[in-house]
């Protein structure tokens, strides 16, 4: 059973023979990219402006299972490719070590491809399939407008952001991406896994979970930047750094506007604590 696992995830022919092509893989073009980009902007804005015009502000669009049913395969769909991702650099470090001697350990070749990478086999195919579950996770943007009736400009940048820099880690064979899309889709099954558990009705935690892991997880990313840059100091040079650099910049963007986001979540939820205490106060 391991072992048919393990060919379907990094041994099958169509992930040992990819190759990631203008013409051959879809959505592999710049134009793609910022036109998808621009017709996810377009169609939040016209489906939150056409809400406001002919339904009224309290009254939300019922969506069914509809919701669950995304969140569920999001979930799923997240564990595979964390699972396909650490198959496949397992079999890529398996099959390359001999070539690496003794200048580099598998830390560093997750940290920093060598000079020269194509974007080509195992690993490659998983970033690939990362790349393009970035388009149904902007779905969840048209629940948020049917649901609350709220279009966040935070919401559409942060959906935009990791479809840019996924795209940029195939375009240019980007070191770290291999660390990247583990850390992000183990984030994933468990934040959507548990809006999943959420949109079922069952009981919430009392923290804020999904806010939590995102710390989490852009701390590890933060760690993996740095080592990046040591290595492309000291270590000779990494594959796709200019990539790399930009996809450091959209990182920072995306700290800080969650950042920013999260302490105005926390100030507004102790403003509420603090008025229903004085509330209560009064009343007793």
């Not at 970035?134 to 935009?160: A, E, G, K």
């Not at 375009?171 to 889709?185: A, C, D, P």
Request: charged letters at 10%; proline letters at 4%.
């Amino acid at each position: 059973m391991l072992e048919h696992i393990n060919y379907i995830f990094s041994e099958h022919p169509a992930v040992v023979g990819f190759r990631w092509s203008h013409a051959q893989s879809w959505g592999a073009t710049w134009v793609f990219l910022f036109s998808s980009i621009a017709f996810y902007f377009v169609v939040s804005v016209t489906l939150h402006v056409l809400l406001l015009l002919f339904r009224h502000h309290t009254r939300p669009v019922p969506l069914g299972p509809i919701p669950a049913l995304h969140c569920l395969v999001m979930s799923i769909m997240s564990a595979t490719i964390l699972v396909g991702t650490l198959a496949s650099a397992a079999a890529e470090i398996r099959d390359t070590r001999w070539l690496w001697g003794r200048t580099k350990t598998p830390l560093q070749w997750l940290l920093c491809f060598p000079l020269g990478t194509r974007p080509s086999g195992r690993v490659f195919f998983w970033s690939y399939i990362f790349y393009l579950s970035r388009y149904l996770h902007m779905i969840r943007t048209f629940f948020t407008i049917l649901r609350r009736r709220r279009l966040s400009l935070f919401q559409l940048v942060t959906n935009s952001i990791p479809m840019v820099m996924s795209f940029l880690w195939l375009e240019f064979s980007q070191s770290f991406q291999v660390l990247e899309i583990v850390f992000s889709t183990f984030t994933y099954s468990i934040v959507y896994g548990y809006r999943f558990w959420v949109e079922l009705g069952l009981p919430t935690v009392s923290f804020p979970l999904v806010a939590n892991i995102q710390i989490v997880l852009l701390g590890l990313n933060l760690m993996c930047h740095c080592g990046v840059l040591f290595l492309q100091i000291w270590g000779g040079g990494c594959n796709g750094i200019g990539a790399w650099i930009i996809n450091s910049i959209l990182n920072a963007a995306f700290l800080f506007m969650f950042l920013n986001s999260f302490v105005k979540m926390r100030w507004i939820r102790r403003k509420a604590m603090e008025s229903s205490t004085t509330t209560n106060g009064k009343m007793e």
